[in-house]
Nanobody, 116 residues
Framework: QVELVESGGGLVQPGGSLRLACAAS????????MKWRRQAPGKERELVAVIGDSGSTNYADSVKGRFTISRDNDKNTVYLQMNSLKPEDTAVYYCYATSPWNRDYWGQGTQVTVSS
C-alpha cells in the first residue's frame, strides 16, 4: 500500500533553515507528481511546492526564492529545502503524491515551528 513518511521538522529560529524529507513506498514513485502542503493552526491547508515527474517545479508566492523542492527517484524521496524561515512558515507540513489519474495520497505530516 502507499506510504508517505515525512521527517526533518522541528523548531528553528527566524532566518534559519530546515530540510524536510518524504520517503515514499508502495507505488511507482517516478511517475507521480509530488507536493508539499502545509496547514497552520486555524487555517486551511495550502499548497507550498510541486514537482512533476519530469522535474518541473512550481511554488506558492509566499515561499518563492526561499524554498526548493527536489526529488530523488532512486531513493523514492522528495525533499523541501526551506531557507530564510519566517514565523509565518510555522505549520504542519504534509507530503502528497498525486497519481497520473489524479488520486492523492498523503502522509501524517511533520511540525515546523519558527520562533525565537
Amino acid at each position: 500500500q502507499v506510504e508517505l513518511v515525512e521527517s526533518g521538522g522541528g523548531l528553528v529560529q527566524p532566518g534559519g533553515s530546515l530540510r524536510l524529507a518524504c520517503a515514499a513506498s508502495g507505488f511507482t514513485f517516478s511517475i507521480y507528481t509530488m507536493k508539499w502542503r502545509r496547514q497552520a493552526p486555524g487555517k486551511e491547508r495550502e499548497l507550498v511546492a510541486v514537482i512533476g515527474d519530469s522535474g518541473s517545479t512550481n511554488y506558492a508566492d509566499s515561499v518563492k526564492g526561499r524554498f526548493t523542492i527536489s526529488r530523488d527517484n532512486d531513493k523514492n524521496t522528495v525533499y523541501l529545502q526551506m531557507n530564510s524561515l519566517k514565523p509565518e512558515d510555522t505549520a504542519v507540513y504534509y507530503c502528497y503524491a498525486t497519481s497520473p489519474w489524479n488520486r492523492d495520497y498523503w502522509g501524517q505530516g511533520t511540525q515546523v515551528t519558527v520562533s525565537s
